[in-house]
């Protein structure tokens, strides 16, 4: 009797011992699995890649350009790719040992110590969420671009009389999006795996036919010198005459492109061995969009017939996109015909669907960690999973309907995109500060390396990680273009003042006596013995 029992138990234990590695690293930081672990790389890698994207920089594009010309456009993105690299290699370190869905915030918590953990949580949790939500909108703006662009092109262009989507229209566009995002999103996460993995597939071959194709259509092209070498302010359309400023905001574009990588951490929970994949994806991510991102950027360039005209409001485009015009401009010349330009298009707008998609999906994984750890007003409606898909539905419309309702400035504002990128951005990427941080200062024997680990290179990679996103969130506060007047102002800083002065006062006056961080709902022990409890 006494044998047969140990051997169960054994055979308990071992099962137990031989679960997924993701899966016990979790338990051992205290939360049971809820989600359903059907992930691998290549699907994590899929969603991470989407939400990224190779066009991402589209709608910066010409403004960008304008700002300091080619050259700074294009050595600039070189130079934002070198100290990303920092920050993507101190958060895959903290992803291998921490692979949860809460990620950002629950690094934090823990990094942080019994101490300052609660607030370090609090700040990086509400960045987060700010940043993730608004990178929703942010997607829905550029899909809404590419498809006016669309539609303009089909019915005749600005010129012979096609229709031109206003504003009104417009925002029924972004609210299309966002909406569809939020349904497709309420089904089981094999199907958005599945959409993702056509996504990466529609991005490298549609990313790969765009950047090859564009400049053989294009007759002539620039020369290499102009793409390179060539600088110049315009302060007559920026209001921008200093040359220091202007390539700080020429270089928006490449600070914009290049994050989002994290989505890779928030899907840890779903994704077998993801204390090893997440760093994977996160990783390779940043290796694939930087050098597919900068070679789109080198096609649009080279291609350019007519720099002035591609602002003109009389142009085919109406000046309201420039990369749609540079691409009208090619296939116009050298086919005259515009259905070149319109299938570009459609694979620029494929992208961006795409993106928002698993922007959507990561927005809501994190709003589910955070009420899961009681984090938000509500917490128990947006904890839900649904019991049969396993995915937090709640917490889905929920990223959806603020996303909604941030853009209804569309309506009335100019600026409406340079806002929500803003915002995102510095929600999105001063989420990254706090743990970055917090890894950089705590004590070594503290922290319980997972297998990737960055050993005595921790320091300087956390510090210059940590400067980086410091210097890119400051620059996303600036005004972007003089002088300032109300239907081009950057709302922002107003915006993200407003948000973390009420988010500082909850702390302050009431979530500081009950919020301490990420809340446990698992205990190993207990959990082994009930187990082997059932068994027996």
């Given at each position: 009797?006494?044998?047969?029992?140990?051997?169960?138990?054994?055979?308990?234990?071992?099962?137990?011992?031989?679960?997924?590695?993701?899966?016990?690293?979790?338990?051992?930081?205290?939360?049971?699995?809820?989600?359903?672990?059907?992930?691998?790389?290549?699907?994590?890698?899929?969603?991470?890649?989407?939400?990224?994207?190779?066009?991402?920089?589209?709608?910066?594009?010409?403004?960008?350009?304008?700002?300091?010309?080619?050259?700074?456009?294009?050595?600039?993105?070189?130079?934002?790719?070198?100290?990303?690299?920092?920050?993507?290699?101190a958060?895959?370190?903290?992803?291998?040992?921490?692979?949860?869905?809460?990620?950002?915030?629950?690094?934090?918590?823990?990094?942080?110590?019994?101490?300052?953990?609660?607030?370090?949580?609090?700040?990086?949790?509400?960045?987060?969420?700010?940043?993730?939500?608004?990178?929703?909108?942010?997607?829905?703006?550029?899909?809404?671009?590419?498809?006016?662009?669309?539609?303009?092109?089909?019915?005749?262009?600005?010129?012979?009389?096609?229709?031109f989507?206003?504003?009104?229209?417009?925002?029924?566009?972004?609210m299309?999006?966002?909406?569809?995002?939020?349904?497709?999103?309420?089904?089981?996460?094999?199907?958005?795996?599945?959409?993702?993995?056509i996504?990466?597939?529609?991005?490298?071959?549609?990313?790969?036919?765009?950047?090859?194709?564009?400049?053989?259509?294009?007759?002539?092209?620039?020369?290499?010198?102009?793409?390179?070498?060539?600088?110049?302010?315009?302060?007559?359309?920026?209001?921008?005459?200093?040359?220091?400023?202007?390539?700080?905001?020429?270089?928006?574009?490449?600070?914009?492109?290049?994050?989002?990588?994290?989505?890779?951490?928030?899907?840890?929970?779903?994704?077998?061995?993801?204390?090893?994949?997440?760093?994977?994806?996160?990783?390779?991510?940043?290796?694939?969009?930087?050098?597919?991102?900068w070679?789109?950027?080198?096609?649009?360039?080279?291609?350019?017939?007519?720099?002035?005209?591609?602002?003109?409001?009389?142009?085919?485009?109406?000046?309201?996109?420039?990369?749609?015009?540079?691409i009208?401009?090619?296939?116009?010349?050298?086919?005259?015909?515009?259905?070149?330009?319109?299938?570009?298009?459609?694979?620029?707008?494929?992208?961006?669907?795409?993106?928002?998609?698993?922007?959507?999906?990561?927005a809501?994984?994190?709003?589910?960690?955070?009420?899961?750890?009681?984090?938000?007003?509500?917490?128990?409606?947006?904890?839900?999973?649904?019991?049969?898909?396993?995915?937090p539905?709640?917490?889905?419309?929920?990223?959806a309907?603020?996303?909604?309702?941030?853009?209804?400035p569309?309506?009335?504002?100019?600026?409406?995109?340079?806002?929500?990128?803003?915002?995102?951005?510095?929600?999105?990427?001063?989420?990254?500060?706090?743990?970055?941080?917090?890894?950089?200062?705590?004590?070594?024997?503290h922290?319980?390396?997972?297998?990737?680990?960055?050993?005595?290179?921790?320091?300087?990679?956390?510090?210059?990680?940590?400067?980086?996103?410091?210097?890119?969130?400051?620059?996303?506060?600036?005004?972007?273009?003089?002088?300032?007047?109300?239907?081009?102002?950057?709302?922002?800083?107003?915006?993200?003042?407003?948000?973390?002065?009420?988010?500082?006062?909850?702390?302050?006056?009431?979530?500081?006596?009950?919020?301490k961080?990420?809340?446990?709902?698992?205990?190993?022990?207990?959990?082994?013995?009930?187990?082997?409890?059932?068994?027996?």
């Amino acid at each position: 009797m006494g044998s047969e029992e140990e051997g169960h138990v054994g055979i308990t234990y071992r099962t137990v011992l031989e679960m997924d590695s993701g899966e016990k690293r979790l338990n051992e930081l205290g939360y049971k699995q809820e989600l359903r672990r059907e992930m691998n790389l290549m699907k994590t890698l899929a969603i991470t890649f989407s939400c990224m994207s190779v066009f991402t920089g589209t709608p910066l594009y010409g403004q960008s350009l304008r700002y300091a010309g080619p050259a700074s456009l294009l050595w600039g993105w070189v130079v934002v790719t070198f100290f990303t690299w920092f920050v993507g290699i101190a958060m895959a370190e903290i992803c291998s040992s921490f692979p949860t869905t809460g990620s950002l915030y629950f690094w934090a918590a823990h990094l942080a110590g019994p101490k300052w953990g609660p607030f370090a949580s609090w700040c990086c949790a509400w960045l987060e969420t700010i940043g993730v939500i608004s990178g929703i909108g942010a997607q829905a703006y550029s899909g809404s671009q590419a498809l006016q662009m669309i539609i303009l092109l089909s019915t005749g262009t600005n010129k012979g009389g096609g229709y031109f989507a206003p504003r009104g229209v417009f925002l029924c566009m972004y609210m299309g999006l966002t909406f569809i995002w939020a349904v497709l999103n309420t089904f089981a996460l094999r199907v958005i795996a599945f959409l993702n993995i056509i996504s990466i597939w529609w991005q490298v071959i549609g990313g790969l036919v765009v950047i090859i194709m564009l400049p053989l259509v294009a007759q002539p092209t620039q020369r290499a010198s102009y793409v390179f070498t060539y600088f110049q302010t315009s302060p007559q359309s920026t209001g921008i005459s200093s040359k220091p400023y202007a390539v700080i905001l020429s270089i928006l574009l490449s600070n914009y492109c290049l994050y989002g990588y994290d989505a890779a951490a928030h899907l840890t929970e779903e994704t077998k061995g993801s204390d090893r994949t997440g760093p994977t994806a996160i990783l390779s991510t940043i290796g694939i969009v930087s050098v597919f991102g900068w070679f789109y950027t080198l096609a649009l360039t080279f291609s350019i017939q007519d720099l002035e005209y591609l602002y003109d409001p009389n142009n085919e485009t109406a000046g309201a996109l420039v990369p749609a015009q540079i691409i009208y401009d090619a296939f116009k010349r050298r086919f005259h015909s515009s259905t070149g330009a319109i299938v570009f298009m459609c694979i620029i707008w494929g992208s961006f669907f795409f993106c928002g998609l698993s922007v959507t999906t990561t927005a809501s994984r994190v709003v589910y960690a955070l009420s899961r750890d009681r984090g938000i007003p509500f917490s128990a409606t947006w904890r839900k999973v649904h019991p049969r898909n396993k995915v937090p539905i709640n917490a889905v419309w929920l990223c959806a309907a603020i996303a909604m309702l941030l853009g209804l400035p569309i309506l009335k504002l100019d600026v409406v995109f340079t806002a929500i990128i803003s915002v995102s951005t510095i929600g999105w990427v001063g989420g990254y500060a706090v743990p970055i941080f917090a890894r950089m200062v705590m004590a070594e024997k503290h922290f319980k390396p997972g297998p990737f680990y960055l050993g005595k290179a921790r320091r300087p990679i956390c510090l210059v990680a940590f400067l980086w996103i410091c210097y890119t969130c400051s620059a996303f506060l600036l005004p972007t273009i003089y002088p300032l007047r109300w239907k081009t102002f950057n709302y922002a800083p107003v915006a993200l003042g407003v948000c973390l002065t009420l988010i500082m006062l909850w702390w302050v006056l009431d979530a500081r006596k009950w919020f301490k961080g990420p809340v446990r709902n698992i205990d190993l022990q207990t959990d082994i013995r009930g187990f082997c409890h059932t068994s027996e």
